[in-house]
């Protein structure tokens, strides 16, 4: 890793303390589901663009595909942080459940190959 690489555990307590010196303080769970659903659509939007069928619109940036990503992290980051969700531990048995449950599906999709 090099040093500007942080762990899940390192951005969490980043993003609160930015909360709490520079945003007053976190938005009400709800808000945030909200928000959080507006920043996947920004991200769905580009994806579309760039990726998928549709065209940028005249003057329409394409290289905000980091910042979206980035936007979508970060409120859901503010939700794990608010509901008391530790990111490292629910990544980790997440993929420890996907590894169990998927062991074979994958190699046996013939979608996949």
Not at 75 to 80: D, I, M, Q, T, Y
């Given at each position: 890793m090099s040093q500007s690489d942080i762990t899940l555990s390192e951005l969490q307590q980043k993003v609160?303390?930015?909360?709490?010196?520079v945003g007053v303080r976190y938005f009400s769970e709800l808000t945030n589901t909200a928000i959080l659903m507006e920043e996947?659509?920004?991200?769905?939007?580009?994806?579309?663009?760039?990726?998928?069928?549709?065209?940028?619109k005249a003057g329409e940036p394409d290289d905000k595909l980091a910042d979206e990503m980035a936007d979508v992290l970060?409120?859901?980051?503010?939700?794990?942080?608010?509901?008391?969700?530790?990111?490292t531990k629910a990544v980790e048995s997440n993929i420890?459940?996907?590894?169990?449950?998927?062991a074979e599906r994958h190699k046996n999709n013939d979608k996949l190959h």
């Open positions: 609160d303390h930015w909360i709490k010196t996947v659509g920004e991200l769905a939007r580009i994806m579309s663009r760039k990726y998928g069928d549709q065209s940028f970060w409120v859901l980051v503010c939700l794990a942080n608010q509901t008391g969700v530790d990111l420890q459940k996907k590894t169990q449950r998927d």
